[in-house]
Nanobody, 121 residues
């Protein structure tokens, strides 16, 4: 089994910063792309951004220039640095990873449990 454990959420004022972490553990042969998603109350889950195992990143237009995704492949950990936060960034943030648990099985997607980020105005 593979577990993704997020940390770093909380309450911050508009204009502030937060850094989220997500560590993958368990039976892991290789972690491929990792990403962050968010879901605000009454809205669908949306992609915040992704990062490949080689470090190539892609971001949603709403967070470009404010959020930065990075990863530590040795620790199977992905980070989300959030700067210049806005009240509309308030949501539960989830991490996602594509994982091969053996060299012979196809990749499966795993999700973290989510961490609340609240930005006050």
């Amino acid at each position: 089994q593979v577990q993704l454990v997020e940390s770093g959420g909380g309450l911050v004022q508009a204009g502030g910063s937060l850094r989220l972490s997500c560590a993958a553990s368990g039976t892991i042969f290789r972690v491929n792309a990792m990403g962050w998603y968010r879901q605000a109350p009454g809205k669908q889950r949306e992609s915040v951004g992704t990062i490949t195992s080689g470090g190539t990143t892609n971001y949603a237009d709403s967070v470009k220039g404010r959020f930065t995704i990075s990863r530590d492949n040795a620790k199977n950990t992905v980070y989300l640095q959030m700067d210049s936060l806005k009240p509309e960034d308030t949501a539960v943030y989830y991490c996602n990873a594509g994982v091969h648990i053996t060299p012979y099985r196809q990749e499966s997607a795993y999700w973290g449990q989510g961490t609340q980020v609240t930005v006050s105005s």
